[in-house]
């Protein structure tokens, strides 16, 4: 598995990305979109990544983009100090590359 350290697990579930969508805390950078629901009751942090259709029309592309957020994601893991559920979305008009959006996953993380 991908995100499926101690700190961060891979959010599973239809209900769990609904109540995201429609009861979190959003925090934005240029390139990033957190959604964040905060649960103190679980030690972890589920995590989800997306990348919308419409901007990236090939699944190469999108696939790639995840993959380098999901990595991103664990550079930052030492700097998480919040457990709960959260989404990350893409929302960059091209395709970026690692130090970029690990700087901007750590932007993220801070402002929570």
Do not use: W
């Amino acid at each position: 598995m991908v995100l499926q350290s101690k700190k961060i697990k891979r959010l599973k579930g239809n209900k769990k990305l609904i109540t995201l969508f429609n009861a979190s805390t959003v925090f934005k950078s240029d390139f990033l979109i957190l959604r964040l629901i905060k649960n103190d009751k679980i030690q972890h942090l589920e995590v989800a990544v997306t990348v919308s259709k419409k901007l990236f029309k090939r699944a190469v592309d999108r696939n790639k983009i995840k993959r380098l957020l999901r990595e991103a994601i664990k550079r930052n893991e030492n700097y998480i100090y919040f457990s709960g559920h959260c989404l990350f979305l893409y929302k960059g008009l091209k395709l970026p590359d690692l130090p970029l959006l690990t700087k901007e996953v750590y932007s993220l993380i801070s402002k929570v």
